[in-house]
């Protein structure tokens, strides 16, 4: 009776404490979002390399497996790339956090002077026209929250598929997602919803990079297997629908727009959402291998491959 009541009060102090910790935070961000939104755009970018920076060399935050997921991903590296690597990555994430709170004004403004040289725009429309639809992926490269608006600037309508944030950070970027023009969808109940964006004419856009069991396999990346989402595969095999790549990337110019369409996909019973999938993630390698400090290695993207992937 005294140990389980003294579980029970254990329980009871983790969650409050856990409670005290998330009121700091979205206190925190809250603040920050105020002083950032206030500050000149140059001074809130620089903020935001300072965080980073601070994240990374005084804090420690997730830097042993940052690190170690750069090293084990570019293996002939040297020990002093993979340092100056994850320093630049920790100082583009800090920048584009700072960009996201700095203000929806600020946020349009950016979108506005989005280049799109290759012409993913041109090629949406096609599709739209042609086939109804399209699925567009993505990877965490870039500025991947504001890749789905930055594909409705090009004039088409987006559905996107996303987690769920908690807390103050998670409500300014639902409100964010709202100004700029995005339905959303819950990525643990997208998959008739989403079908249904996708025969009404509209683009579907999804990350699905992150480790996941739910409906997954396990696909080589980076050298190494990593559990992966079938479902834009899935989705774009029973829509009928083509499938492209793309992600907002940083130039020093601003942000810009790569894209590839996925030539492996055969609608019916002749499509294979492991192959489909295999495709994609190469040109996911291809654009992280070009500009490494961008894409978000602070996420345990490979875990221990034991067995197939589960049914979706």
């Not at 599709?127 to 399209?134: K, M, P, S, V």
């Not at 339905?183 to 579907?204: H, K, N, T």
């Not at 479902?231 to 130039?251: E, I, T």
Request: glycine fraction near 12%; include cysteine.
């Amino acid at each position: 009776m005294k140990d389980r009541a003294g579980r029970a009060g254990r329980r009871g102090g983790r969650g409050a404490g856990r409670r005290l910790a998330d009121a700091l935070v979205d206190g925190g961000v809250t603040g920050l979002h105020l002083g950032l939104r206030a500050a000149p755009e140059p001074l809130t970018l620089a903020a935001g390399r300072a965080l980073g920076t601070l994240a990374r060399e005084p804090l420690r935050v997730r830097r042993r497996v940052v690190d170690a997921q750069i090293a084990a991903s570019f293996p002939t590296a040297t020990p002093g790339w993979v340092r100056a690597t994850s320093r630049a990555c920790y100082r583009h994430f800090g920048e584009e956090a700072a960009l996201l709170m700095g203000g929806p004004p600020r946020v349009e403004r950016r979108l506005s002077r989005v280049v799109d040289e290759a012409g993913l725009g041109p090629r949406l429309h096609a599709a739209i026209a042609e086939r109804g639809g399209a699925v567009v992926v993505s990877g965490h490269l870039g500025n991947w929250e504001l890749g789905g608006a930055a594909v409705r600037a090009l004039g088409v309508r987006v559905t996107a598929v996303v987690q769920r944030q908690r807390g103050a950070f998670g409500r300014r970027l639902c409100e964010l997602r709202a100004r700029l023009g995005l339905d959303v969808l819950d990525r643990d109940e997208a998959a008739r919803p989403a079908l249904d964006a996708l025969r009404s004419g509209r683009i579907l856009a999804l990350v699905a990079d992150q480790h996941t069991r739910r409906g997954s396999a396990p696909i080589d990346f980076l050298g190494r297997p990593a559990w992966t989402s079938l479902a834009p595969a899935r989705l774009c095999l029973a829509a009928d629908v083509p499938l492209f790549f793309a992600a907002l990337v940083r130039d020093p110019s601003g942000y810009r727009v790569v894209h590839e369409e996925i030539d492996r996909v055969r609608p019916g019973a002749d499509g294979d959402p492991v192959e489909t999938t295999t495709a994609w993630v190469r040109v996911l390698e291809r654009e992280i291998e070009q500009r490494p400090e961008q894409y978000f290695w602070f996420h345990r993207r490979w875990k221990r491959v034991t067995q197939r992937g589960e049914g979706a």
